[in-house]
């Protein structure tokens, strides 16, 4: 009797156990039985892209080892707001980047609402890599068309770009914004958090927080200007005189105009697209974080647009949006890039948003269609050679991407 009685009191503190466990675990397991097929293994991972839609959701799609891409269960995720519509496809309202950005931690991750003026914050469940709408979520973007976000610590800086053509408010300006993000994934309105109106018409692009330095860089695309600022832990942000781009680069009568902005990580080196000359371009900056023009490079492509480094600095991936290529740099000697490969991408449509994978193994592009309800939405896999970092793209890729509206276009691009 006595062995007896212990052993149901080991089944009991068993199944306790087991329970507490399974309810840690959440409500996304109990929805498919056991939860083992929705876990992820150690080489998966999640991308993640934004509908842009009339409703916007987020899109979440598990990376197996080949590269190839499986829709997420529960996806897509609603951001509780709306897209951007442009039936006219003109430059401007889709030229933006960091549009779905994820934090340091890998926590959260954050998308705009660029037709409904809010941000989108989810919770990132670690296990299988669905999310999690944070309490509140969508919160104000603090101005009109909300296009780039970029992060540092818990501050959060917001491009509200002022191009939507649903949105033609009378006096409206571009804004870019400073709040801060609590520990549950709120965005909430600091004493010092700033408020700071832009050129009417001047395409503000890109928030990019230059690593873990005190600057924040945008490309005004239609106003042909590269601005920085000071980021103050408080919120604080102060503008730098904006810097129009040499007009030494200029080819015969056309001016060179920027999008694409990326740091370096490991240098004081800055490299900017030139998009309507083909061409890259290199600064520096100084101790205010003024922007400083060093050189250009060639670009074999055309439309040079979005870039991204390597977590060593050592290789520089571009976007050539009008020749839907993507180039690769060996940036070992950061000041001085040299073009290695540049790479056509299959099916329509045009290149535009694009992500390192955490294990630098793959490379992520958005494609957008061109016309209305022409094909070229989709996702684009390459694989990065462990050598030379140069790309093939995956059999597997591109991944389509459905929209409901037939002049919808996805964008961002995030990975975890």
Same mark, same amino acid.
């Given at each position: ?206 928030? =990019?927080?230059?690593? %873990?330095? *005190?600057?924040?860089?945008? +490309?005004?695309?239609?106003? &042909?200007?590269? #601005?920085?600022?000071? !980021?103050?832990?408080?919120? =604080?942000?102060?503008? %730098?005189? *904006?810097?129009?781009?040499? +007009?030494?680069?200029?080819? &015969?009568?056309? #001016?060179?105009?920027? !999008? ?157």
């Amino acid at each position: 009797m006595k062995i007896s009685a212990y052993h149901r009191v080991i089944v009991a503190s068993l199944l306790a156990t087991t329970l507490a466990l399974a309810a840690q675990l959440g409500p996304s397991h109990a929805q498919t039985g056991d939860g083992s097929d929705d876990i992820l293994r150690r080489f998966e991972h999640v991308v993640y892209t934004e509908t842009n839609d009339i409703t916007n959701a987020v899109l979440a799609f598990r990376r197996d080892d080949e590269g190839r891409l499986t829709l997420l269960p529960g996806a897509p995720f609603s951001t509780g707001g709306k897209g951007v519509i442009d039936p006219s496809f003109k430059l401007g309202p889709f030229d933006t980047d960091q549009n779905v950005v994820i934090d340091h931690d890998r926590r959260l991750l954050f998308a705009v609402n660029s037709g409904s003026n809010s941000i989108a914050v989810f919770h990132i469940r670690p296990h299988d890599g669905s999310l999690e709408p944070a309490r509140g979520s969508p919160f104000p973007s603090g101005g009109t068309n909300p296009v780039s976000i970029g992060l540092r610590g818990d501050q959060i800086v917001i491009i509200n770009q002022d191009l939507d053509p649903a949105q033609n408010a009378p006096g409206a300006s571009p804004r870019i914004v400073t709040r801060h993000v609590t520990g549950d994934g709120r965005i909430v309105k600091f004493p010092a958090d700033t408020t700071i109106s832009l050129s009417v018409g001047s395409a503000p692009s890109q928030a =990019l927080t230059a690593n %873990n330095r *005190p600057f924040v860089f945008d +490309a005004q695309f239609l106003g &042909g200007r590269l #601005a920085s600022y000071r !980021l103050s832990p408080n919120g =604080l942000l102060v503008a %730098n005189p *904006p810097q129009p781009l040499p +007009a030494s680069e200029s080819v &015969g009568a056309t #001016a060179p105009l920027p !999008l694409g902005l990326w740091a370096n990580p490991n240098a004081r080196t800055l490299y900017v697209g030139f998009v309507t000359v083909n061409k890259l371009g290199v600064y520096t900056w100084d101790e205010d974080g003024v922007p400083i023009f060093e050189r250009t490079v060639a670009n074999s492509g055309t439309a040079i647009c979005w870039l991204r480094t390597n977590r060593a600095g050592t290789r520089l991936y571009t976007v050539n949006t009008g020749s839907s290529t993507v180039s690769v740099y060996d940036t070992t000697d950061p000041d001085e890039p040299k073009e290695i490969q540049a790479i056509h991408t299959s099916g329509p449509g045009s290149l535009f948003q694009l992500a390192l994978d955490p294990t630098e193994r793959f490379l992520y592009v958005i494609g957008q269609r061109g016309s209305h309800a022409a094909p070229g939405n989709a996702l684009h896999v390459l694989a990065v050679d462990e050598e030379d970092g140069t790309l093939t793209e995956v059999p597997s890729s591109p991944m389509p991407i459905t929209l409901q509206s037939p002049d919808a276009r996805p964008q961002g691009v995030a990975v975890f």
